[in-house]
């Protein structure tokens, strides 16, 4: 049974970093993500990886700032954030899912962890 669960999130000014973690993302052949949503807006996809390696995905808007990895000894999915921006500002969440479409598209993703709050002020 898969159970994911983020931490990592806090409060920072603009330019600051944070490294979010996901625990639970066990090794095999599974679509791994994060998301974001921002108060009354839609959730969007932030990265995305594969357990069993491949290429990786990334949001233009954080592009060149954030870093998705895998520790699989740890059964860890981490996101590196660098040069926080306020419109950084929402609740992430990792995912993991088994159904094929684009990395981005919700409906691939199966399991959600319960979010952690990441807030940027200027």
């Known amino acids: 049974q898969v159970q994911l669960v983020e931490s990592g999130g806090d409060s920072v000014q603009a330019g600051g970093s944070l490294r979010l973690s996901c625990t639970g993302a066990?090794?095999?052949?599974?679509?791994l993500a994060w998301f974001r949503q921002a108060p009354d807006k839609e959730r969007e996809g932030v990265a995305s990886t594969r357990t069993g390696g491949g290429p990786t995905y990334y949001a233009d808007s954080v592009k060149g700032r954030f870093t998705i990895s895998l520790d699989n000894d740890k059964n860890t999915m981490y996101l590196q954030m660098n040069n926080l921006k306020p419109e950084d500002t929402a609740k992430y969440y990792c995912a993991r899912g088994f159904r094929g479409g684009r990395w981005s598209d919700e409906m691939v993703y199966k399991y959600w962890g319960q979010g952690t709050q990441v807030t940027v002020s200027s």
């Open positions: 066990r090794s095999g052949n599974d679509r």
